[in-house]
């Protein structure tokens, strides 16, 4: 790989809180070090539609509190064919583009692998997720926001269920990963959580609820992660009428809220940790490799690896302990 002059940064897949101020780290740090650099918009499809535009200091002002992507994103197909790859290579040669920054989840991680691969172009990869479920990274941007965003929600469900004596069931997002869920259901004090990654039988579940009955409880919220093999919170509240047809049971599904919204000082801080770690890499001849962080340090894991080892796991001692203090 020849001398970089020119980085562009990207964000794709799901959006999340945090990719501004990344954004604007990678920006700054590559302008602070004698770097040119450019924005891609809409992720793969502005690569393939040379919808790229060159970024200075100013271009990143003002942007640190901003949810979402100024970049925007995009899930783009014709990047998985072999012309549509070509054609994304040609408009950053034109451009003078000779390495790139990728700000997006496990997909365009894989993009970016095989992309780098076949053309012999620098890439550094940074998890920008709200699901928390990338390998090689404790924490995914937009992750904590995303936390905050529900546990606010569920304070608020929280008053109406006590003043109504009422059984919540609230569904967050997380197909394949229960991170927000556990952490949202231990920070609001919920009942009882439902993840994907454990099978709760609704009789156990029953069980909980029953005991909280028998304690006085006067309302229960159930936290149910979109990927509980029960059929998420519609499925789990019909289970549970089945038999606690007395209780005024209600349901709510968070959505795409969770998404959006002022970033977390934690998820700034960390954008603009990883963003400028990115760029350092790059310099480096650090090349194909994800950006992340354990315990406090920032660490580079090979994009092979962190995407071969995509098997997240949840913390046993949290879900012990949120059974324990429910
Ligand atoms: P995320 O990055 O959040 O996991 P996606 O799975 O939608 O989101 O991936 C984002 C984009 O990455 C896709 O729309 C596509 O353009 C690109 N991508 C995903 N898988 C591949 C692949 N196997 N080859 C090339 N590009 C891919």
Request: aromatic letters at 6%; proline letters at 2%.
């Amino acid at each position: 790989m020849s001398k970089i002059n020119k980085i562009a940064v990207f964000t794709s897949g799901g959006d999340a809180p945090g990719m501004n101020a990344c954004i604007r780290a990678v920006v700054r740090t590559s302008l602070y070090l004698g770097y040119d650099v450019a924005g891609i918009k809409q992720g793969y499809q502005g690569m393939i539609d040379d919808n790229i535009e060159d970024m200075n200091r100013h271009s990143v002002s003002n942007i640190m509190q901003l949810g979402g992507t100024i970049l925007k994103t995009a899930r783009c197909l014709a990047f998985k064919t072999p012309e549509g790859m070509q054609q994304a290579y040609d408009n950053l040669k034109k451009r003078g583009i000779d390495a790139l920054v990728a700000i997006g989840g496990d997909g365009t991680f894989t993009g970016a692998e095989r992309f780098s691969a076949t053309y012999d172009i620098p890439v550094v990869c940074i998890p920008g997720t709200i699901d928390n479920d990338l390998f090689g990274s404790d924490y995914t941007l937009g992750f904590d926001t995303a936390t905050n965003t529900v546990i606010e929600a569920i304070d608020k469900i929280r008053d109406t269920a006590e003043s109504h004596d009422r059984l919540f069931f609230i569904e967050v997002m997380g197909r394949d990963a229960g991170c927000i869920a556990l952490r949202a259901g231990i920070a609001s004090g919920a009942e009882a959580i439902m993840l994907p990654e454990k099978d709760t039988a609704i009789s156990d579940l029953i069980d909980m609820l029953e005991k909280g009955a028998a304690i006085k409880k006067s309302s229960s919220i159930v936290i149910v992660a979109e990927g509980d093999k029960n059929g998420g919170a519609f499925g789990v509240a019909k289970k549970v009428k089945e038999t606690f047809d007395f209780y005024d049971t209600k349901v709510t599904i968070l959505g795409h809220l969770q998404r959006g919204g002022s970033p977390s000082s934690f998820d700034r801080i960390l954008g603009s940790r990883m963003g400028y770690a990115a760029v350092k890499a790059l310099i480096n001849g650090d090349y194909r490799k994800m950006v992340g962080l354990r315990g406090n340090e920032i660490v580079l894991t090979d994009l092979k690896e962190a995407l071969n080892e995509h098997e997240f796991k949840l913390e046993d001692d949290l879900m012990e302990m949120a059974t324990v203090l429910a």
